[in-house]
């Protein structure tokens, strides 16, 4: 059993001294109270307010559309439900990508207007000011690299990246950038596993996987997709923990045939 468990409060000081001690990190997303409350509950060491929320909340294609209000919105109502878990916000795309003064200031709405603990971007070298400049102002920055949803339409496809030896060494350095600039922690989504534990391994900070294998230092999964409450998504790293997608269906059938079949409401659900 974790000691950690104990802990009252998740911090990325604390989050260091996981990787310190080789215990590894939990990470979750929540978009909402209700499902925050549950994930804080559990024990979740951080939650994600990410921006697939896009995806998952808003039905969009791509996590481009979400915008800074929305995400500040989403922050908001998870920040009510936790008690323990270290809360990090996505920063939305076009917010921070070639203006760190943008950056700056989105990061800081997110900060005051949520009461969020840390901010994630993505992307390397090429947003290195605006990680730099967020910095400045004392706000914890979670990196993420390899597959990076936000660059889509650069990519072409969600496959996984960084296969090659030349996007290796590049992701390699952008890794070390990021810690020597100050992020607490770097994400690295869908990237062989050879690779993200050669990363966790060069890193002192914490390197949270997502289809990146076991060698790192902590893993993180998308709320509805453990939960099987989405079911077109599937790729290999998903694991799923529940069918809730059939469950609430049936939930939702029963309910639509009492009320047809007038079993609901019987006498001792009236007034
Ligand atoms: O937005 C998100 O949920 C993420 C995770 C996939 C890491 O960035």
């Known amino acids: ?139 914890p920055v979670m990196g993420h690299l390899g597959l990076t949803p936000q660059s889509i339409y650069k990519f072409g496809t969600y496959t996984v990246r960084a296969k090659e030896e030349e996007e290796a060494k590049r992701l390699l350095e952008d890794a070390l950038l990021l810690q020597e600039k100050g992020c607490f922690a770097i994400i690295l989504e869908k990237v062989p596993a050879t690779l993200a534990e050669k990363v966790a391994k060069k890193l002192t900070i914490p390197v949270i996987g997502i289809g990146a294998g076991g060698g790192v230092d902590g893993q993180v999964l998308v709320l509805h997709d453990m939960l099987g409450i989405t079911q077109e998504f599937s790729p290999r790293f998903l694991r799923r923990y529940h069918d809730l997608h059939n469950e609430m269906l049936s939930a939702f059938e029963n309910y639509i045939k009492d009320v047809k079949s007038k079993d609901f409401p019987n006498k001792d659900e009236q007034y």
């Open 1 to 139: 059993m974790s000691h950690y468990k104990d802990i009252k409060r998740i911090t990325t000081h604390v989050l260091q001294e996981m990787k310190n001690t080789g215990e590894k990190i939990s990470m979750l997303t929540a978009y909402d109270f209700s499902m925050a409350t549950i994930v804080d509950k559990a024990g979740t060491d951080v939650i994600l307010v990410g921006d697939s929320a896009s995806n998952v909340m808003a039905g969009h294609e791509t996590t481009l559309p979400i915008t800074l209000d929305q995400m500040i919105y989403h922050a908001s109502s998870v920040i009510r439900a936790v008690k323990r878990s270290l809360v990090v916000v996505d920063l939305p795309f076009g917010n921070y990508q070639g203006d760190s003064k943008g950056a700056l200031h989105s990061a800081v709405r997110i900060m005051k207007e949520s009461e969020a603990h840390a901010v994630k971007l993505e992307g390397g070298r090429e947003v290195v000011e605006s990680v730099e400049r967020i910095l400045t102002a004392g706000i």
